[in-house]
């Protein structure tokens, strides 16, 4: 679907969050004719520097609310051209696409070696191959081809960068990338170990070279980590402006940065393997669930983590 098209025929079935300071909202909807449900993300965008001129002139159209002293206040209709917003849609969403934009309580996970073994492996493991689709799909140049920042092509230590699904390109402070590995055999940091430090290295030093060629930032100006948990269980590395606020996605408890996970495994061959990690999750993430379904047996067995804190 284009243009005008995109959202015709979507009805909305409830706000599943929004935030102010961010101009962010997530919508729950269907469209008709279609069984599955979607999700359609709005963000508005930030000004543009090079829009000032045209904002601050007669072009936008301002009425006055209330004028006291030397104060003023207005709204304004700014030109049509630059009032865009964006929008993002996910059509059919999962429960969990559903879950990740759903206002929700976070709570703090501990994840043991053991944690992971048991439960959060096996449901990883349990996720149809068809969510990852989209990264098997820029792997192989069947989408995004034309937005590819970077290519290292080898097997063992190759990796593409693209813009993120975030990101417009429009501002450099609002710079979002991801190098996305070509190897399919690492779902996440969990996975590793000494002999993945050359991959790693070259993620880290070509990655901020490529980001420095296209569009002139410098790797002091950037923050390279990886999510855990990640959304998508295939290994991938986020390149974000150190001036771009990501809130949730960059707090402590989900955003590793690769310099420190480059570290830990130079320190230790199976660091990853062998430590606990903690980690906020969602109540509605399935994997929550999960986790707190299984954790009385585990309890049986003399298994002393707890979801924390309870
Ligand atoms: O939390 P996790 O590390 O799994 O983050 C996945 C990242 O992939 C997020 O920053 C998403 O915005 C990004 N992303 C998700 N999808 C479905 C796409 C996509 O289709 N294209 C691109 N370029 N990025 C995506």
């Known amino acids: 679907m284009e243009g005008s098209e995109v959202l015709r025929g979507f009805t909305i079935e409830r706000i599943l969050s929004s935030d102010e300071r961010t101009k962010y909202i997530s919508v729950l909807g269907r469209y008709s004719g279609q069984d599955g449900r979607s999700v359609v993300i709005l963000r508005r965008r930030h000004f543009e520097q090079s829009t000032l001129p045209r904002l601050l002139s007669p072009e936008t159209h301002a009425e006055l609310h209330f004028r006291n002293d030397i104060y003023a206040k207005y709204t304004g209709m700014i030109p049509q051209d630059l009032g865009e917003v964006s929008i993002d849609i996910i059509n059919p969403a999962t429960d969990k696409h559903i879950s990740k934009y759903e206002d929700q309580t976070y709570h703090m996970v501990v994840e043991t070696p053991e944690v992971y073994k048991l439960i959060v492996r096996p449901y990883i493991d349990s996720i149809p191959a068809s969510r990852i689709q989209w990264v098997y799909n820029i792997l192989e140049k069947k989408a995004e081809a034309d937005r590819l920042i970077f290519e290292d092509a080898d097997p063992e230590t190759g990796f593409l960068m693209h813009p993120d699904l975030k990101w417009d390109e429009r501002q ?22 000494r002999h993945h430090l050359p991959l790693l290295h070259n993620i880290l030093k070509n990655g901020c070279k490529a980001l420095s060629m296209k569009y002139g930032i410098s790797a002091e100006d950037l923050r390279v980590f990886c999510h855990y948990q990640p959304s998508y269980y295939h290994l991938h590395v986020h390149f974000v402006h150190i001036r771009c606020d990501i809130g949730m996605g960059m707090a402590i408890g989900k955003a590793h940065l690769l310099s420190d996970i480059i570290g830990n495994i130079e320190l230790l061959k199976d660091y990853y393997a062998r430590c606990t990690l903690e980690m906020s999750l969602g109540e509605k993430d399935p994997l929550a669930a999960r986790i707190m379904t299984h954790l009385p047996w585990l309890r049986e067995l003399g298994y002393q983590q707890e979801f924390y804190p309870e």
């Open 172 to 193: 450099i402070e609002a710079l979002y990338c991801i190098a996305m590995v070509k190897r399919r055999d690492i779902k996440s940091l969990r996975d590793l170990r």
